[in-house]
């Protein structure tokens, strides 16, 4: 299996601040990663797949990067509504695997 | 517009069998080229991939269930099923059905989940 690792698991950041979540695989994934959003009592909602192409309809303050097995997910200034748990999710191969998840608040 | 809702029983006992149904609006579920998933998330913890099922009716299943579930379609009302036989309170989590759906990037198609249900929570409890 394909493990996903991700740092932080917590972060506390202002508005305005840039914020950064690392996504690392425990082999090479190519681009094959996708990032999720889930706020509580929410479904998972898709941000980035192919590493870095931002889907439709989610605003352009986030982007992702990375290719083989290291992956960010930035925020380049935080919002309120940004508070939540983000995900990254490997789809390269079976079992498809997410990573543990770090949750974003707001200070 | 796509829609996807689960239903399940809501607390099913130790030993017994997990039944799920995911109701799809807005597409066939054997439309080709959608695939369609059953993922897990236990109260206040990460999310793990149960298993995939293709238009096709190919199904796959993560090692992590030791052959416990299993996947099909029922065509007439459009629903995507999951059962997971013996279940014990390691089961206990809200189950979401989603969408993989490809877009193609550099000439790469990309499988990710583009579409999720709601989800529902299942308790295993005697």
């Known amino acids: 299996d394909i493990q996903m690792t991700q740092s932080p698991s917590s972060l506390s950041a202002s508005v305005g601040d840039r914020v950064t979540v690392t996504c690392r695989a425990s082999?090479?994934?190519?681009?094959?990663l996708a990032w999720f959003q889930q706020k509580p009592g929410r479904a998972p909602k898709p941000l980035i797949y192919?590493?870095?192409s931002l889907r439709i309809g989610v605003p352009s303050r986030f982007s992702g990067s990375g290719s083989g097995t290291d992956f960010t997910l930035t925020i380049s200034s935080l919002q309120p509504e940004d508070s939540a748990t983000y995900y990254c999710?490997?789809?390269?191969?079976?079992?498809?695997?997410f990573g543990g998840g770090t949750k974003v608040e707001i200070k | 517009q796509l829609q996807l809702q689960e239903s399940g029983p809501g607390l099913v006992k130790p030993s017994e069998t997990l039944s799920l149904t995911c109701s799809v609006s807005?597409?066939?579920?054997?439309?080709?080229?959608?695939?369609w998933a059953w993922i897990r998330q236990p109260p206040g913890g990460g999310l793990e991939w149960i298993g995939t099922?293709?238009?096709?009716?190919?199904?796959y299943y993560n090692p992590s269930l030791m052959s416990r579930g299993a996947m099909s379609f029922d065509t007439s009302k459009n629903q995507v099923s999951l059962n997971l036989i013996s279940v014990t309170a390691a089961d206990t989590a809200i189950y979401f059905c989603?969408?993989?759906?490809?877009?193609?990037?550099?000439?790469?198609?990309?499988?990710?989940?583009?579409?999720w249900g709601r989800g529902t929570l299942v308790s295993v409890s005697s």
């Open positions: 989603a969408r993989r759906n490809a877009v193609t990037t550099n000439a790469i198609a990309h499988w990710y989940f583009d579409v």
């Open positions: 807005g597409a066939s579920v054997i439309s080709h080229p959608y695939r």
């Open positions: 099922i293709f238009s096709s009716g190919t199904t």
């Open positions: 082999r090479d994934i190519r681009a094959y």
């Open positions: 192919a590493a870095s």
């Open positions: 999710q490997q789809y390269v191969d079976y079992p498809l695997t």
